[in-house]
């Protein structure tokens, strides 16, 4: 699969080489206080390296150092890093938590790139650190090549932190062994508003285990308490090992800062001395942009979280917010909304972008379910759908005027994919069961969490005609990953005939759902 055509560095070889060099990735036991700006001693990159919003010529290279240090990153074909090329990297400091990154550029196609950080000195370069080694696939330039990819999301969730018991997060190991060209995470990151405690009794009295930070220990309200939530993930080894391997296209939603916050809110919630929801995000996403690397928000200037990251001729990835513009959570009954769940501005973007993708495949990443019923209490609603089958309401407007555009304009290979609810299913959409009916069907694949807390399935709501093929839910909300498998979604796109599978996987591998889409069709 992917393999290189100058190398032939295929999933299977990549994986007896990680194997015989895991002890390299492992890493030793971490602090979580902030790290010292004394100059004494070397910089060291103890929270591991990650890659983001990978292309066939680019990526963004990601570290955090343990004190002040300049960013150098090198490259090469092979593990020896002979004819290594040198990529001078920022400075980093306290002013980004001590994270940089570093873009590459000019990258050969569809090949296996070796990478190493260093970090040196800011006054004398001669003094560095242990090198942090990583590797990633940069996107195929022919069709030929087959793609692979996984998504989940919902990390950390309802106080199920790392339990060392269980082999902390595991699920990343198994992804890591499927050797996918990306992960693409779809939102709660963190649970900014879910407290990590040492321990948990479960129904049948076992007790859950979690490793513990200060700060995890309370909600995270200031810019430290955030990045401390960020922070946290990354003592885990299953992760630092993935990220060492597995590029990662993030977005993020409402457990970034609160449960179901939007533009606006004054929160009601006695555990916080910060009541507003825009202070909190924008603290939360200054965080979040100092520690993944994205290439339309960088820690040292506005940006943006909505993108599309384009995968070669087969595949291009439409990244959707769908959090940070959206109005307030209502009963969703409004005949007229132009803001809705993405506001104006990024639903231009995106129809103008779908219309100018010529990739084979258009996958819509969502951030939240579409005909999936998620309330907000007991008269509001969080997603798009709020419950009444008939014509399109309120946020149902903006999705309506999509599908309309994706019809009318011939776009092809729209595929949805999505996470949020904690558990998986998949959905078909068809005009003829619908209420509103200008539009062709399509699929939306729903898998998570990787973990968190499971939670019983929601209802469908009637209006763009879904019908649920296949469903797994507990019967109990928030059960622990110690009692529901966790989930992670499969893509693999053949390069040969162009077809697209979906593999709805369980946490130790078994296959729940399966389903095979053809290319060139606007609807499924």
């Given amino acids: 699969m992917a393999q290189g055509s100058g190398g032939g560095f295929g999933r299977r070889s990549l994986l007896q080489g990680t194997a015989a060099g895991s002890a390299a990735l492992a890493l030793p036991v971490l602090s979580c206080a902030a790290p010292s700006q004394a100059r004494g001693g070397r910089p060291s990159a103890d929270w591991g390296v990650q890659v983001g919003d990978v292309t066939t010529s680019s990526g963004l290279v990601w570290v955090r150092s343990n004190r002040p240090a300049r960013m150098v990153v090198q490259t090469a074909a092979t593990e020896s890093f002979r004819n290594a090329r040198t990529w001078r990297g920022p400075v980093i400091g306290a002013g980004t938590d001590f994270t940089g990154v570093t873009s590459l550029h000019g990258l050969p196609p569809g090949e296996q790139v070796h990478y190493r950080v260093l970090l040196a000195d800011p006054d004398d370069p001669r003094r560095t650190g242990e090198p942090v080694s990583g590797t990633f696939r940069t996107a195929p330039a022919h069709r030929r090549e087959d793609v692979r990819f996984h998504w989940s999301g919902d990390l950390a969730g309802q106080g199920w932190g790392i339990n060392p018991d269980r082999g902390g997060y595991r699920i990343y190991e198994e992804m890591r062994r499927r050797n996918p060209d990306f992960f693409l995470c779809s939102g709660d990151n963190i649970y900014a508003d879910n407290p990590i405690t040492e321990k948990v009794t479960l129904p049948d009295g076992r007790i859950w285990r979690n490793v513990t930070t200060e700060e995890k220990a309370k909600v995270a309200e200031t810019l430290a308490e955030f990045r401390g939530a960020f922070r946290y993930n990354l003592l885990d080894d299953n992760l630092r090992r993935f990220n060492a391997q597995v590029p990662t296209i993030t977005q993020w939603d409402d457990h970034e800062v609160h449960n179901n916050w939007y533009p606006g809110q004054l929160l009601d919630d006695a555990r916080y001395t910060e009541k507003d929801a825009d202070v909190l995000s924008a603290r939360s996403l200054r965080a979040f942009g100092e520690y993944f690397p994205i290439r339309t928000l960088r820690p040292d200037r506005g940006g943006r979280v909505y993108r599309v990251v384009h995968h070669g001729p087969l595949l291009d990835v439409f990244v959707l917010d769908m959090r940070s513009y959206r109005n307030a959570n209502s009963p969703g009954r409004q005949t007229d909304d132009p803001q809705g769940i993405l506001g104006a501005e990024q639903l231009r ?134 009692e529901t498998p966790q989930n992670f979604g499969e893509i693999d796109i053949d390069g040969g005939s162009g077809e697209l599978t979906v593999r709805l996987r369980q946490e130790g591998g078994e296959v729940l759902f399966s389903k095979v889409l053809q290319p060139g069709r606007v609807g499924q």
């Fill in 349 to 482: 973007w995106l129809k103008r972008e779908l219309s100018r993708s010529h990739a084979v495949w258009k996958v819509i990443a969502s951030d939240m379910p579409l005909g999936l019923v998620v309330p907000d209490g007991k008269t509001d609603f969080e997603a798009v759908a709020q419950g009444d089958p008939g014509a399109p309401l309120g946020r149902e407007l903006q999705l309506a005027e999509l599908l309309r555009h994706i019809k009318h304009d011939r776009i092809t290979g729209t595929v949805w994919l999505t996470t949020d609810v904690h558990y998986t299913s998949a959905q078909h959409y068809a005009p003829e069961r619908a209420a509103f009916k200008d539009f062709e069907p399509f699929w939306e694949f729903v898998s998570g969490p990787l973990n968190a807390g499971g939670f019983q399935a929601l209802k469908l709501d009637g209006t763009f005609g879904p019908t649920q093929p296949f469903i797994k839910a507990p019967d109990r909300a928030n059960t622990s990953p110690a």
